[in-house]
């Protein structure tokens, strides 16, 4: 078919669906059209910018018939900002729609297409529940701020909705120590600051990424610390893995402490700026009343990627004996520190090493025959193959796989089923409100 949109060409679209990246999804003479700003069940006109053989990127320039699920936007950079995709979107409605790209994606990537999607367990207020801030700064902004959408150009800030007060409160008083001559020369080098928080104990630790360690740093940490009251701990990671990376493989402390301090469900854990830790603590304890349960006599439990020991102690503080598995070694030793600090030590065991690597070891693999569950929160790009594969020749009696993107989760329950396992549920949670992504519990049990 030929088709006769070239950008530049105005048109009126129906919309009928959104992609996580919070572009709305119409058709034009056979065409997909992609466009910021519609919602499904929306007519808008919009002007065709970039054209492809088999899809269309469209600007908005008018919505003309609304949805019932628009809401006003509560942030005035939403829609200019990446950080957020759905704060157009009524809360309720963003929870059915997460529902649905979990089903979308098990059927259509995964082929399960009679699995039950449970209805997305979400907050009770969505709004400032971030306890991370990865900030950008660049020289020729005023303001730190954060990336456009599908850009790495820069919104400049005062102020982010999302995050929690503690870091929200950050932000101008960096903006004005970047802007003050005793500290700006602070941070010539610096490419990004990460901000991170703890709701209970109130620590606040501010990190500034360069590309190798900053004397001017270190020479005015004591000032700029003095600047950024509510502040507990500042330091300088350096050496990032590339060009994007928003924190380096090494860090030193140049002020303070390098911890910070999290309750959630009576288990108490200490993590540091590098570490990888849940960005919504709410979500993680209803994680945790889902799962406790399952755990009402003890079980073996083998925890793979297992970071600081979030889920391992909340296992071993239910009465299981756990082995957990982790590639970053600093991230093992915060998970052996926070063992001791809930007095779980001898209920729960960390090793350190890739889990392809580790699982193909004798003696961990008689700890996987052993176990009752085997649990799995792997990075975004989800479990290598081997790491399945080891999982499913072993016969664990049951996988219980926590991820934060459908596709890769869809993926490998593939493989998973297609070596004897079931699916027995499937649960949502909305780890991170006002965007295009979900977090998703999947209950296996060996056939």
Known sequence: MTISVSPGTELELAFTDLLANGQAVGRAEGIVVFCFGPLPKERARVRITTLKPKYAVADLLEIIEH???RVAP????????????????????QLAWKREVVRNALERIGGFADVMVSETIGMQFPRAYRNKMSLVVDRACERVGFYKQRSHDIVQIGACPIVLPRLDEQIPKINAAKGDA?????????????TRTARASGNVVVTLTS???????????PALLGRLTGVT????????????????RKQHVLAGSATIEESIAGLRYRVSAGSFFQVNVEIVERIFNHLEPRLKKPLRILDLYCGAGTFALFFAKHGATVVGIEESSQAVAEARENADLNGLQTRVRFRHGFAGDVLARPDVAAEIAGADAIFLDPPRKGCEERVLARIAARHARAVWYLSCDPATLARDLKFLAAKGYRIGEVQPFDMFPQTGHVETLALLSAS
């Open 67 to 69: 949805s019932a699920e």
């Open 74 to 93: 509560f942030c005035p950079v939403f829609g200019t900002c990446g950080g957020c995709q759905l704060q157009h979107f009524d809360y309720a409605a």
């Open 182 to 194: 005793g500290t700006a020369g602070a941070f010539a080098r610096v490419r990004h600051i990460v």
């Open 211 to 221: 590309d190798r360690p900053e004397s001017a740093l270190k020479d005015s940490a």
């Open 233 to 248: 701990g500042l330091t300088n990671s350096y050496d990032p893995s590339g060009p994007n990376a928003i924190l380096g």
